[in-house]
């Protein structure tokens, strides 16, 4: 019987905040319960760092996008030449999404000052959707303070396959989310006092519907609240979700793989096995 490891499905080991230990910290979370990690381009370099990543460790993935925060670097290019970078990065063996893409109005002006900011983020947001379409990748979501907009740019565009990272919005959205067909990223969230909606979340749209995730460096689960986070620090949300739904926390680790296979769709990839 196959003995299931972890797959973390979002993580950026590319930042700095690793620069002191990448190589070690890498080799030691892939040699203990960690099956896969799959590191996330934010912006044109980093996506490139993340497709270096997965050349330079067997069980490391890579996506490649940019983030709703950094469409600048698309702006600062002539035109369509980012996604022509992406196009040509996405095209790695071990590149598995297009992702981190979305939306985020998080701390902005006032809506009426703020429109322009939004119909970029919108612009650059649906020409990764159609290169995701384009190379038929699973899309990584980043939405924070745009639930709807969100929503409604993935319904009215209709390449529904993918995950909404570090989901934050309510149980109803999540199930409205789901419908379309995509997973839910459960990350360290879950584990804070304060996390209702999140808690509330798993218990709704079930074990079926959720990828695990830490979002390293960032967003560490307790008891490591505020500190560097890594991979290793997923066992705590294993630990809640399964909790959450009164099960084991293998039964979480098992189906939770399985859901990041369908995700990334690596059911026919050989490496796979590896695990």
Same mark, same amino acid.
């Given at each position: 019987?196959?003995?299931?490891k972890?797959?973390?499905t979002?993580?950026?080991?590319d930042?700095?905040w690793?620069?002191?230990?990448?190589k070690?910290l890498l080799?030691r979370?892939l040699?203990t319960?960690?099956?896969f990690?799959?590191?996330?381009?934010?912006?044109?370099?980093?996506?490139?760092?993340?497709?270096?990543?997965?050349d330079?460790?067997e069980?490391?993935?890579?996506?490649?996008?940019?983030h709703?925060?950094?469409i600048?670097?698309?702006?600062?290019l002539p035109?369509k030449?980012?996604i022509?970078?992406?196009r040509?990065l996405?095209?790695?063996t071990k590149?598995v999404?297009i992702?981190?893409?979305?939306l985020?109005?998080?701390?902005?002006?006032?809506e009426?000052k703020?429109?322009?900011v939004?119909e970029r983020?919108?612009?650059?947001?649906?020409?990764?959707?159609?290169?995701a379409?384009?190379?038929?990748k699973?899309v990584v979501?980043?939405s924070r303070?745009a639930?709807?907009?969100?929503y409604?740019?993935l319904?009215?565009f209709?390449y529904?396959k993918?995950v909404?990272?570090?989901y934050?919005?309510?149980p109803?959205m999540?199930e409205?989310?789901v419908? $379309? @067909?995509?997973?839910?990223g459960i990350?360290g969230?879950? =584990? *804070?006092k /304060? #996390?209702?909606?999140?808690? &509330?979340t798993?218990k709704r749209?079930g074990l079926?519907?959720?990828v695990l995730e830490?979002?390293s460096p960032?967003l560490?689960?307790?008891p490591?609240?505020g500190k560097r986070n890594?991979?290793?620090?997923?066992k705590?949300i294993?630990?809640?979700?399964a909790?959450? $739904? @009164?099960?084991?926390?293998?039964?979480?680790?098992?189906? =939770? *793989?399985? /859901? #990041?296979?369908k995700?990334y &769709?690596?059911?026919?990839k050989?490496?796979?096995k590896l695990?």
């Open positions: 019987m196959l003995e299931y972890i797959f973390e979002h993580a950026h080991y930042d700095e690793y620069d002191e230990d990448r070690e080799s979370l040699d319960d960690i099956s990690i799959t590191n996330i381009g934010a912006d044109i370099e980093t996506s490139k760092n993340s497709v270096k990543l997965s330079e460790f069980r490391v993935l890579a996506a490649v996008g940019v709703p925060d950094n600048g670097c698309m702006e600062a035109e030449e980012g022509e970078i992406l040509n996405a095209k790695h590149v999404a992702g981190e893409i979305g985020d109005y998080f701390e902005r002006e006032p009426e703020n429109k322009t939004r983020q919108k612009y650059w947001f649906l020409e990764q959707l159609k290169l379409k384009e190379l038929n699973p979501i980043h303070d639930a709807e907009d969100t409604s740019e319904k009215d209709g529904n993918g909404i990272h570090c934050s919005y309510s109803e999540a409205r989310f419908k $379309l @067909g995509f997973y839910i990350g969230v879950v =584990t *804070f /304060n #996390a209702k909606k999140t808690k &509330e798993v749209i079926e519907n959720i830490t979002d960032y560490a689960p307790v490591f609240r890594d991979s290793g620090n997923i705590y294993v630990e809640e979700i909790g959450l $739904l @009164g099960i084991s926390k293998e039964k979480v680790i098992e189906t =939770t *793989f399985n /859901n #990041a296979v995700l &769709e690596l059911e026919d050989a490496y796979v695990c």
